[in-house]
């Protein structure tokens, strides 16, 4: 009894492991459905900074769409209502929202409602009305809709999120390639890109590449200081300011 028993163990214990290595060779199969980089994985802001833009490029194995996603660092925003109170503007009301993308953009490779369902914009969050804005606050739907309208203009305002769907090129039926541009006042953080294949309007494929965004230099040095020794930046900037009124006087005294 016992060689038959041996037997039925190392077969059994043979099945699993073909079992187990067939699911890997499927899970890499299916993560290879499409590759993606990026030309840089850091954006350094230096003091003269006005912004740049970063190469995303990758390839396929097949037809399909795609669309890619970037996200920048999830951070508080407080979003103020102002009305007319005895002539004069006043804040009445304030939301603040626990978590929003610093920075929203799109790209696509053709225009999204001819690629994916709906039900697929909302899941992974493709472009500003489908973002997961929620407030510390308990709002009914309509408030929290005005709301969430005001926190994506006021970021579409400064450059923020993005107004309109990049294009996404391809070259030839597997290689694509875009463009994505950083404005100069964008946050500091860590950032994901992700790739998304698009096939039969389903993401099939996804892949999510991390971006840097850092200050250096002087620059760095400067908010370093004002972040967190905001009294010795204050005593700095105000014997600077000094020092400029003072070199300025003497120069027109000597005209």
């Not at 769409?65 to 508080?76: E, K, S, T, W």
């Not at 404005?183 to 500091?188: L, R, S």
Request: glycine share 10%; net charge positive; proline share 5%.
């Amino acid at each position: 009894m016992r060689r038959p028993t041996r037997a039925i163990i190392v077969r059994g214990a043979a099945a699993l492991v073909g079992l187990g290595l067939g699911v890997t060779v499927a899970a890499t199969v299916w993560a290879q459905q499409m590759v993606a980089d990026l030309s840089s994985h850091l954006i350094a802001i230096t003091t003269g900074f006005t912004g740049t833009e970063v190469v995303l490029f990758g390839a396929t194995d097949g037809a399909g769409d795609v669309a890619i996603v970037v996200n920048g660092p999830r951070l508080p925003a407080i979003v103020r209502r102002k009305e007319r109170v005895l002539g004069m503007w006043m804040n009445t009301d304030t939301v603040r929202f626990s978590q929003a993308p610093g920075y929203h953009s799109v790209a696509a490779s053709r225009p999204l409602d001819q690629i994916v369902a709906k039900t697929a914009l909302e899941r992974q969050q493709i472009g500003a009305p489908q973002l997961q804005l929620d407030p510390q606050e308990t709002l009914d739907p309509q408030e929290l809709a005005a709301f969430r309208a005001a926190l994506i203009r006021n970021k579409q305002r400064v450059g923020l999120y993005g107004t309109s769907v990049g294009a996404v090129s391809f070259l030839g039926e597997r290689l694509f390639r875009t463009n994505i541009y950083f404005p100069a006042n964008v946050p500091t953080g860590l950032y994901n890109v992700e790739a998304l294949l698009i096939r039969d309007g389903e993401v099939v494929s996804a892949q999510t590449t991390p971006l840097v965004v850092s200050k250096i230099g002087f620059s760095a040095e400067v908010y370093d200081m004002a972040r967190h020794r905001p009294i010795t930046y204050g005593v700095l900037a105000v014997l600077g300011a000094v020092a400029a009124g003072w070199a300025a006087g003497a120069a027109f005294r000597r005209v």
